[in-house]
């Protein structure tokens, strides 16, 4: 009877196992379906062979491995409709994000089979037709967002049956009708804004901002015809009421009179503005372009006012415009955003001039940008000390670091004259660039984003740790790196997808900088058969290999013991240059995991938002900087 009871049991178990299997089994064929029937530009490691969990790119197991719980696949080039009965069959699916592909056809109504679904993640496709009009379906729906698609038709009032919803992000469709009362406690954030609705914001939604309902005809709060604040794409907020009559006819007249002559007025001192200017700024470029400067005065003093220099608070910089254009430069190397110089002035002081071009911000933009970045004040951060800006010419001012960017001490020089940078150096320039781009990333309530992290932009400061420099320019520029550059090689694979830096592309590009540290290669580069190779995939494939020696910069193997040390910044490196954007640690994370592998020292060790406002340390610099230390 025992013998009986025990054999059942075990038989019990077996078909467990193997129902867990089968589940497994069947979603594996779902998605292998999926990806088979869908046109996609990236290659994915599904194959029927390799097993599931831990092995193909973008999936997540449930904790005992029988099902298949997340699908995460941004930015891999999916194209066309998604194939019907093959996502729809994996009913264990918690999390799918299938964000910035190019995904088109309606929303799929077999996904009102995926009853777990938790996130949804949709934006930035193709997508049209209306909304599912049962949402209820999704019970556990915490955050959805099918923004940036064209999806149409009316918000569905099922909607307010998500009582788990803490997220929902509509904005960028072409939605209409009414929105409908979400009566929804948990809601934290909502995004209706650019779409064609219209008709009041709904009492249950009127603690969001306005923002979340901008371009839209929406109005708010009262319904009454005597008062209500209006919200329009083009003007933003606007207060418009029934009271205000027309204008009388003389009136009118009056206004149209003043106004053409106030026009031909502005007209003729603008012209007469614009062409001494012009000539002015003229001579200015042409110089800078030559990489001379004669002693000659360019600039009158008269025109000051219209030339500036926007210095920031705090620089002890007392030159003007004047003094620069009478300064000797020489070209440093030209960026992806404009040319740099080294401009040495009268008095001895050296300075670095950026002369952007391509500026796509309007001056007001740029202005903002320019207040943003010159604010931040942290030793690991590169100060910007002053800007210009006229429509013809926009000047960034930094400090220059005599020592050169990290790029030129790694490959710079050759053979003897090289100084070869030892491990404590490369830790301490890793973990000041980790702080500088924390820093960074806090900046616009935490939202900020460098857009442009590589070894050229990280100097190193007076305490030799690195310092981040070029921020808040790839969102003012028109230019993008071409796709075979150095800068493209520390591009996040959704960046050259979307076009779009985000904080995690920043620290896929961090990754790639550490990658560089420790092998001393260049994150694209020719072999000797002219074969480009990508820095990212050429450690991947010697990881996997078992070479982890071989990826090391041969200078650093002479090194004893550190191997180990190595090993674990590599490991930190690979968790940066992941695929999957959200799977990337997040710039504190990685500070943590960089000042664990050493304990460089503790001075440098508090965490960077108390070290922000400290005195900030000079870079080492030719020139009148003080030396005052971090
Ligand atoms: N403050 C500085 N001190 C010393 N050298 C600098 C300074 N700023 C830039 N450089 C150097 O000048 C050269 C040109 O810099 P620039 O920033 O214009 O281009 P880049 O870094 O090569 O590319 P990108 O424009 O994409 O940042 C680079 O070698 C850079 O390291």
């Known amino acids: 009877m025992g013998a009986l009871y025990i054999f059942s049991w075990i038989c019990l178990m077996g078909l467990c196992l193997f129902q867990g299997n089968a589940t497994l089994l069947e979603d594996k064929q779902a998605l292998l379906d999926f990806i088979n029937n869908m046109r996609h530009s990236r290659s994915l490691n599904w194959n029927q062979t390799s097993p599931v969990c831990n092995n193909w790119t973008g999936l997540t197991c449930s904790a005992d491995g029988s099902r298949i719980i997340a699908v995460r696949l941004p930015g891999i080039g999916l194209t066309g409709p998604i194939p019907a009965n093959t996502i729809s069959r994996l009913s264990g699916l918690q999390i799918l994000s299938l964000r910035s592909n190019s995904i088109s056809g309606r929303f799929p109504s077999d996904f009102s089979n995926l009853r777990n679904l938790s996130f949804l993640y949709l934006q930035y496709n193709n997508f049209s037709g209306p909304l599912p009009i049962d949402f209820s379906v999704w019970r556990n729906l915490t955050i959805v967002n099918l923004s940036n698609n064209r999806f149409n038709g009316s918000i569905p009032s099922s909607v307010s049956n998500l009582t788990h919803l803490e997220a929902f992000n509509l904005a960028n469709n072409s939605l209409s009708g009414e929105i409908p009362d979400l009566n929804l406690p948990s809601l934290q954030q909502i995004n209706l804004s650019n779409n064609n609705l219209s008709g009041i914001v709904p009492q249950s939604l009127s603690r969001f901002p306005n923002s979340a309902f901008g371009g839209n005809n929406i109005s708010f709060g009262s319904t009454s015809n005597q008062t209500s604040s209006y919200i329009n794409p083009n003007s933003g907020p606007y207060l418009t009421s029934k009271k205000s009559g027309r204008l009388g006819e003389t009136a009118l007249l009056g206004i149209i009179i003043a106004a053409c002559i106030l026009g031909i007025i502005a007209f003729t001192?603008?012209?007469?503005?614009?062409?001494?200017?012009?000539?002015?700024?003229?001579?200015?470029?042409?110089?800078?372009?030559?990489?001379?400067?004669?002693?000659?005065?360019?600039?009158?003093?008269?025109?000051?006012?219209?030339?500036?220099?926007?210095?920031?608070?705090?620089?002890?910089?007392?030159?003007?415009?004047?003094?620069?254009?009478?300064?000797?430069?020489?070209?440093?190397?030209?960026?992806?955003?404009?040319?740099?110089?080294k401009a040495v002035l009268e008095d001895a002081t050296t300075v670095v001039v950026k002369r952007l071009k391509e500026v796509s911000a309007g001056k007001r933009d740029f202005e903002q940008q320019m207040e943003v970045v010159g604010s931040i004040r942290h030793p690991n951060v590169v100060e910007l000390k002053a800007y210009y800006y006229s429509k013809d010419e926009r000047l960034m001012v930094y400090d220059y670091y005599s020592q050169g960017s990290v790029s030129s001490m790694l490959h710079g020089k050759r053979g003897e004259d090289r100084t070869p940078l030892d491990w404590d150096a490369r830790m301490k320039i890793a973990i000041g660039a980790a702080r500088g781009i924390t820093r960074i990333h806090m900046e616009n309530g935490g939202k900020f984003v460098h857009g442009n992290i590589k070894s050229s932009n990280i100097?190193?400061?007076?305490?030799?740790?690195?310092?981040?420099?070029?921020?808040?320019?790839?969102?003012?520029?028109?230019?993008?790196?071409?796709?075979?550059?150095?800068?493209?090689?520390?591009?996040?694979?959704?960046?050259?997808?979307?076009?779009?830096?985000?904080?995690?592309?920043?620290?896929?590009?961090?990754?790639?900088?550490?990658?560089?540290?420790?092998?001393?290669?260049?994150?694209?580069?020719?072999?000797?058969?002219?074969?480009?190779?990508?820095?990212?995939?050429?450690?991947?494939?010697?990881?996997?290999?078992?070479?982890?020696?071989?990826?090391?910069?041969?200078?650093?193997?002479?090194?004893?013991?550190?191997?180990?040390?190595?090993v674990e910044m590599l490991q930190i490196a690979m968790t940066c240059v992941v695929r999957m954007p959200e799977q990337r640690p997040k710039m504190p994370e990685l500070i943590k995991m960089i000042e664990d592998v050493r304990r460089i020292d503790?001075?440098?060790?508090?965490?960077?938002?108390?070290?922000?406002?400290?005195?900030?340390p000079p870079p080492t610099a030719t020139g009148r900087e003080s030396q005052v230390s971090e």
């Not at 808040?472 to 960046?495: H, N, Q």
């Not at 503790?602 to 900030?616: H, L």
Request: glycine share 6%; net charge negative.
């Open 459 to 566: 100097f190193v400061n007076s305490e030799q740790y690195g310092c981040v420099s070029d921020i808040g320019l790839s969102s003012i520029m028109s230019t993008l790196a071409p796709p075979i550059s150095r800068a493209a090689g520390y591009r996040a694979p959704e960046v050259t997808d979307t076009r779009k830096a985000m904080q995690p592309s920043d620290v896929y590009s961090f990754g790639v900088f550490l990658l560089e540290l420790l092998t001393r290669k260049s994150p694209i580069h020719a072999t000797g058969g002219e074969e480009i190779v990508h820095l990212v995939r050429w450690v991947h494939s010697v990881v996997r290999e078992e070479w982890t020696a071989e990826v090391f910069d041969i200078e650093l193997m002479r090194v004893p013991n550190i191997e180990e040390e190595m």
């Open 269 to 341: 001192s603008l012209m007469i503005v614009c062409c001494s200017r012009r000539k002015s700024e003229d001579a200015y470029s042409g110089k800078l372009q030559k990489g001379e400067m004669s002693p000659e005065k360019v600039v009158s003093r008269s025109q000051d006012a219209n030339n500036r220099l926007f210095f920031f608070e705090g620089c002890n910089y007392t030159f003007d415009l004047e003094d620069l254009l009478r300064a000797s430069a020489e070209v440093l190397g030209k960026g992806t955003f404009g040319i740099s110089y």
């Open 602 to 616: 503790s001075q440098n060790r508090s965490p960077p938002g108390n070290r922000s406002e400290s005195s900030t």
